[in-house]
């Protein structure tokens, strides 16, 4: 059976945000749900698939999904360990005025265009921002409202973040190769390891996810690696542990990949989201 934990973080006339959090182990799907509200879903830990007809979602920390009311759904977990988002949801009348028209569906209810995107490593600052402040009662509703806006705005927007548009089948070899490197965060893989669980040359599938993804395949890992920091650095005062047991070479290598991706080093988010323990 599945195990969901849902915890309400905020709920005001404009915002509503949920932390979920899901240990379920089945890998095959779950039977039909169907989204009551139009919401974005911002995975921060785990990985799991969501299924929309034919189409496929794999759900990982560098995306963010949309659900829209009243649209069916499937989910599954290729890869064990469970998962935890952050479920977004916003007045439909201030969705649709931050969204491009080109990414909304025409007439009513309001819903989006495509199933995901890839979100700029500003906006997994901001859903650790936010999830991290709420859980522990330290952010203000006005602080969290704006901060909510900023983040929809910023996963939204054409140049912080990124609609892959692919054919069907480079689409499925580009998500095999999102699994493989979730599959274990801190392995240092090579390139002839990944392509062969794939299943294409090492060429090809490097030529193919900077296709799909516009970005690099060793700097998407180091994105999944980071935004794993970002979950887990309330519960780490040792931050050289952190990073090593997240596969960097060293503490210097960790904080300089940090602060070069978020702006700041994991000692100064720390203080910034008052997660170091008194």
């Keep these: 059976m599945s195990q969901f934990s849902t915890a309400p973080l905020l709920k005001t006339k404009m915002v509503t945000i949920r ?7 089945c890998r095959h799907k779950s ?7 139009t919401s974005l879903v911002y995975p921060y830990r785990g990985v799991f698939m969501r299924h929309v007809g034919r189409n496929d979602t794999v759900a990982e920390a560098n995306q963010v999904l949309f659900f829209n009311a009243g649209q069916g759904y499937r989910i599954s977990h290729p890869i064990e360990g469970g998962d935890a988002c952050i479920d977004l949801a916003i007045d439909d009348s201030m969705l649709e005025e931050l969204t491009p028209k080109e990414q909304a569906q025409p007439g009513l209810p309001f819903s989006f265009r ?8 500003r906006a997994q600052a901001l859903v650790a921002l936010l999830r991290h402040g709420l859980s522990r009662n330290v952010a203000e509703t006005l602080e969290a409202e704006i901060l909510a806006l900023t983040l929809v705005r910023r996963s939204l927007g054409e140049r912080t973040s990124h609609a892959a548009g692919a054919s069907a089948g480079r689409q499925k070899l580009v998500d095999r190769a999102k699994l493989v490197l979730s599959s274990d965060l801190a392995r240092r893989w090579t390139l002839s390891e990944i392509a062969t669980e794939v299943g294409v040359s090492p060429v090809y599938l490097t030529q193919v996810f900077q296709q799909v993804e ?27 542990a952190l990073g090593l047991d997240l596969g960097f070479s060293s503490h210097s290598h960790f904080s300089a990949s940090f602060k070069q991706t978020f702006g700041q080093t994991p000692a100064e988010f720390q203080r910034a989201a008052q997660l170091r323990r008194r």
């Design 114 to 121: 495509r199933q995901r995107r890839r979100i700029d490593p």
């Design 31 to 37: 039977d039909e749900e169907c989204a009551h509200r």
């Design 214 to 240: 516009a970005t690099p395949l060793y700097r998407y890992q180091l994105r999944l690696r980071l935004a794993r920091a970002l979950d887990l650095l309330g519960q780490y005062e040792d931050l050289t």
């Design 19 to 25: 932390d979920i959090v899901c240990n379920c182990e």
